[in-house]
């Protein structure tokens, strides 16, 4: 890697994980008025809403570790494609937060830095596992955003729509993924992802 695109993909970490997110595309739950929740509820849905920052962030370190190691240049730009994208759930999960008087993880650091990680051992493995590893994510964050639909409290709409979005493009990003030759990963590997996504959300909830 030249320093110029180190110097570049060091301020795309910086930025990720300390400035703010900005979306070019509209709020998804902006028509909805603020739902009137309980002190216990509103809670709840900052935990909830946490955690799909935190996610998004993972997501950010991911695709760049990936990206720096793919071989293929029409994966590279798949994987910028939804990195782009997955910026702007960062962003609507960021105004979320600050809507409901949240705040995002103080561990947003650490989680970008063991998702980077991951990203760059998966590159390194190939293109069609690497791909696979994005879709197996892909299809992981989609069941998580599932349980989050049903969690979440039905008058908060706000988080709600933005949940649901979240989810349509997750479910986008699995299947360009699977088109550019995706392999399916073992078992044991799916297994190991969903323990440490397990971790990662029930420390991010609180922490």
């Known amino acids: ?54 996610g998004e962030i993972c997501a950010q370190a991911l695709y760049q570790g990936q990206a720096l190691t793919s071989r293929d240049p029409s994966v590279r730009e798949s994987l910028r494609s939804a ?31 063991c998702a980077l990680s991951m990203g760059l051992i998966a590159g390194r493995l190939g293109d069609e596992w690497n791909l696979g590893f994005l879709a197996e994510t892909e299809r992981q964050v989609e069941a998580h955003l599932d349980s989050h639909l049903e969690f979440l409290p039905e008058q908060d709409l706000r988080s709600r729509e933005v949940v649901d979005q979240m989810r349509i493009d997750e479910i986008r990003h699995a299947e360009a993924a699977v088109n550019l030759g995706a392999a399916e990963l073992p078992a044991p590997i799916k297994a190991a992802m969903k323990l440490a996504a397990k971790v990662m959300t029930a420390t991010a909830y609180r922490v």
């Open 1 to 54: 890697m030249s320093p110029e695109q180190l110097i570049v993909e060091f301020d795309r970490a910086v930025r990720t994980v300390f400035a703010p997110a900005r979306s070019q595309r509209r709020f998804p739950g902006e028509n909805h008025p603020e739902a009137e929740l309980a002190e216990q509820e509103r809670a709840h849905v900052c935990g909830l809403m946490r955690v799909n920052h935190v």
């Open 83 to 113: 990195a782009d994208e997955e910026t702007e759930h960062l962003a609507w999960t960021e105004q979320r937060l600050a809507e409901l008087g949240g705040r995002k993880s103080l561990l947003n650091p650490l989680w970008y830095t």
